[in-house]
């Protein structure tokens, strides 16, 4: 399977406490799809450039995992819909 990062800008809305509820939210998501995650990594929370959905700063994650391609679509749509997300870039990691 090819590796991907996976870039999320979460809702500031999303306390420090929930982050690591969205966390394990998005992981479970990725196993649905036949993938796994292999790193997760918190950037904190950062201001952003222009408002994003009325949101002047975001909750950075990063997070390195392995899926099908013909699962990135499913997840991008999910991702797409979640509330909580608002932002986020799928790019596929050359071996």
Do not use: F
């Amino acid at each position: 399977m090819p590796n991907y990062e996976l870039v999320l800008i979460i809702s500031p809305e999303v306390a420090d406490e929930d982050m690591p509820n969205v966390i394990t939210k998005l992981s479970e998501l990725i196993k649905k799809n036949d993938g796994s995650v292999d790193e997760v990594n918190q950037w904190g929370r950062k201001k952003l450039t222009y408002p994003i959905k009325r949101c002047a700063e975001g909750n950075y994650v990063l997070a390195k995992l392995k899926l099908k391609p013909a699962s990135t679509k499913e997840l991008d749509a999910n991702l797409r819909l979640s509330g909580e997300v608002l932002r986020h870039l799928l790019v596929k990691l050359m071996d």
